[in-house]
């Protein structure tokens, strides 16, 4: 039997205040809605000026792996997804294109088309399965989930009963769960297959009022970071939430307050289990359009929350965006020029070390124009300890 849930729209509660702590900045705060515990950072209370850290506080490792250099292996633009054993790239239009973890081209993973195993507009999210060399992947808009073997054969289509607009995955004991921005007319917010059958096991109906979207402006963002977590921040909303696969149930767990005049975007980026990234956006009136004022982390633990900038101490502390983690990995997919220039250039900074600068030269050396993009991987630490 499949199971409904019922959700009410956060505005509409009262919270009721948790017992705080007295550690920390003062800018979390933690509030009880509906039985679970959520965070409360408050922007306008930080307090704190912009902290340094080194990219080894956040993973275990990292490392620099050239991508196969022929032309079937090229690809456009993409989001870049890694694995144990996988590199993978989604690019608009195009072959999901498959790679090693030491780089050596694998095959393309279906086409854009109408047919078996094709989809018709872009990808939209992807899920590698590590253990059973499965692929799974979804489109803009279609009510099939495709699953391919990581040899590129096309298996089968799991089916919903309408279309996805969007749709986010998360693979955990053998159920796929997927989330998409409902429309007015569309059944249910969430749908749980079996991996094994295809059926429909459970279903999220019918969708929160204020997760329903009139078109495709919005987004749905899931990182998918810390382990067995299903993470999500739908554009409508301020709040990142979890979705409780196992009870089938939305929980909110993290929510960024600011009082200001200016127009802001907030997006969530869970890191781990214990920091939260925020990159905060302000609408600037002259370009008409948001622009990114800076990273904060917030440590739920400490309850302590800063601006921050992250050098790449492995790679000669070379400043890196480390927005683009996800599946709990850091990636940064980059061409060769690109990096050679912005090697170039930070080699040129007086401040630098004499060992980063041998760091730096003898990356140099690995590296050459006209080849295929060079990907750095760094495994995300499951949990941070002492990050000020």
């Not at 009880?32 to 306008?44: A, C, P, T």
């Not at 195993?117 to 253990?131: A, C, H, N, P, V």
Request: proline residues 4%.
């Amino acid at each position: 039997m499949k199971s409904k849930s019922n959700f009410l729209f956060f505005v509409a509660l009262v919270f009721s205040a948790y017992s705080c702590s007295q550690k920390g900045d003062g800018s979390v705060s933690e509030v009880i809605v509906n039985g679970n515990k959520m965070y409360v950072f408050s922007l306008n209370d930080l307090k704190s000026d912009t902290t340094t850290i080194p990219l080894s506080k956040l993973v275990d490792y990292c490392v620099l792996v050239q991508l196969e250099n022929t032309e079937e292996a090229y690809f456009k633009p993409g989001v870049t997804t890694v694995t144990e054993k996988y590199i993978a790239v989604r690019s608009s239009r195009a072959p999901y294109k498959l790679f090693s973890r030491s780089g050596k081209f694998i095959g393309n993973i279906g086409s854009v088309g109408n047919g078996p195993g094709e989809w018709t507009f872009s990808l939209y999210d992807d899920i590698i399965d590590d253990k059973n060399d499965l692929i799974y992947l979804s489109s803009l808009n279609s009510d099939k989930i495709l699953v391919y073997n990581t040899s590129g054969q096309f298996l089968k289509n799991f089916v919903a009963p309408h279309r996805l607009q969007k749709p986010k995955m998360f693979l955990f004991n053998e159920v796929l769960t997927v989330i998409h921005m409902p429309f007015e007319d569309n059944k249910a917010f969430a749908y749980q297959f079996d991996v094994k059958t295809g059926e429909i096991l459970n279903e999220f109906a019918p969708p929160p009022a204020h997760f329903i979207e009139q078109g495709f402006d919005g987004e749905l963002i899931s990182m998918r970071n810390a382990p067995n977590t299903f993470d999500f921040l739908h554009t409508n909303s301020d709040t990142l939430y979890h979705f409780d696969t196992k009870n089938n149930k939305i929980l909110p767990v993290f929510r960024v307050t600011y009082n200001t005049s200016e127009q802001i975007w907030k997006r969530y980026l869970p890191f781990n289990k214990n920091i939260y990234l925020t990159n905060v956006s302000i609408l600037s009136e002259e370009l008409r359009k948001y622009v990114s004022v800076g990273m904060v982390a917030t440590d739920l633990d400490s309850k302590i929350s800063s601006w921050i900038k992250v050098t790449n101490d492995f790679y000669g502390n070379m400043p890196v965006s480390i927005g683009n983690a996800s599946n709990g990995y850091w990636i940064s997919n980059v061409q060769p020029e690109q990096l050679i220039e912005y090697i170039e250039n930070h080699l040129a900074n007086r401040g630098i070390s004499e060992k980063d600068k041998q760091i730096l030269n003898k990356t140099l050396a690995t590296l050459q124009e006209n080849t295929n993009n060079v990907v750095f991987i760094g495994k995300l630490k499951d949990k941070v300890q002492k990050l000020w």
